[in-house]
């Protein structure tokens, strides 16, 4: 099976099919390279957290997928590295990046999407995706990192060259990877010159018992943040929207209860999660998952959004329900590699949304075809057209 043969049009029919009769299948990658797909979801849950399939990339054999082609710089990153480097950097990470610091983000998050909202005007039409689901996160990964605002716009541009690069310029991805690196090792050099009180000082000062994070390590963890951080809520904002607007009931009951919005978060990331396949693993053994041994070295692809569309954990999958315990759900992941970033994507999900539902209460679809982004990696809109 080709991956892109029929997935991006219609990826839950496509997963239904696999689910039901090769729910480990060998396809062609992205590159046109063989790999393996994972689609049900404890097979999914057990490969996420199973030790034997790595991440680092030098796992992988020749001719298999291997994901971004980075420059080494950037390459020194969590979802490039297994324990024990990827235990030791999230410790330093953890240090800087707390519980307490997005909770104190929660007020200018609310502040932020107040802004944008008043910037629309009471009434009117825009494409929700660029006038709020995509500047609300990068100001907020952005003010966290202490990204001038000048350079913000810039770095929009560079991630969706990454995710979902023009066909008609086949260079734009490097081209977007060389701007961001010189981007950073310019904003990183600023920060050792004059600190301030924000995620990219505290990550050049974090210790631990004298180690400290190294020169790449530093530069791969400030992309990974920016761009996971930035591309993973745009999706997940984007795409609640949308569900909710497609189904009234659903918006009708959010609307007379919105203390049910942590929950319902947890379901739209269920439904229509940001990430269409998942992360790359490498087995260092051979493995096998359902019956199928797949051997070492090979690539294999852990689905996220086929295993919480699985009726064996979710009944009636493909139904958007903001009463159901959606918790279990896999859309950021899993085991030692879960997002690390996941509680600010929530908290900035939930807020985007209470405050759409208290300012636009005629929110609405508007007229004109909804496009999904032509990528294998992000499941998000190129525009959502709404009325208000």
């Not at 100001?139 to 541009?157: A, K, M, S």
């Not at 004298?210 to 999706?235: H, K, P």
């Not at 759900?329 to 759409?356: D, F, S, V």
Request: charged share 25%; proline share 8%.
């Amino acid at each position: 099976m080709d991956l892109a043969d029929g997935l991006l049009a219609h990826p839950y029919d496509v997963y239904r099919r696999l689910r039901d009769t090769a729910p480990v299948h060998r396809i062609t990658g992205p590159d046109g390279t063989p790999a393996w797909l994972v689609t049900r979801y404890d097979d999914v849950k057990a490969a996420l957290a199973d030790p034997r399939l790595s991440l680092d990339k030098r796992q992988g054999t020749a001719g298999t997928y291997k994901g971004f082609s980075l420059p080494p710089e950037l390459d020194v990153n969590l979802l490039n590295m297994d324990p024990p480097d990827h235990t030791r950097i999230r410790r330093l990470v953890g240090r800087a990046f707390t519980p307490r610091r997005v909770q104190q983000l929660r007020e200018p998050i609310r502040r932020t999407a107040d802004q944008l909202l008043d910037a629309l005007g009471p009434h009117g039409e825009t494409d929700l995706v660029a006038s709020y689901a995509a500047p609300l996160p990068i100001t907020v990964i952005c003010d966290l990192l202490g990204i001038p605002e000048g350079d913000r716009l810039d770095f929009r541009q560079w991630t969706d060259g990454l995710t979902a690069p023009d066909p008609a310029r086949p260079h734009a991805a490097k081209e977007a990877m060389a701007a961001m690196l010189g981007f950073l090792t310019r904003l990183l050099a600023t920060k050792r010159r004059a600190p301030a009180d924000d995620l990219l000082s505290a990550l050049i000062a974090v210790r631990d018992e004298g180690d400290r994070l190294g020169e790449d390590e530093l530069m791969s963890l400030a992309f990974l943040i920016l761009f996971a951080g930035y591309e993973n809520t745009v999706q997940l904002i984007g795409n609640a929207v949308l569900a909710l607007l497609q189904h009234p009931d659903q918006l009708a009951a959010l609307r007379k209860d919105p203390e049910r919005l942590p929950a319902a978060v947890e379901e739209f990331a269920r439904y229509e999660g940001p990430m269409l396949l998942g992360m790359r693993r490498f087995p260092v053994e051979d493995v096998t998952i359902a019956g199928v041994t797949i051997p070492a070295g090979e690539t294999v692809w852990v689905s996220l959004s086929a295993a919480d569309r699985d009726p064996a954990r979710f009944p009636e999958p493909d139904r958007l329900d903001l009463s159901r315990d959606a918790s279990g759900q896999l859309a950021l992941g899993h085991g030692i590699h879960y997002c690390l970033g996941a509680p600010l994507a929530r908290a900035e999900t939930e807020i985007a949304l209470a405050a759409l539902l208290e300012r636009l209460p005629e929110l609405a679809l508007g007229a004109g075809e909804l496009r999904w982004r032509p990528s294998l990696r992000a499941r998000g809109l190129l525009a959502l057209p709404v009325r208000y």
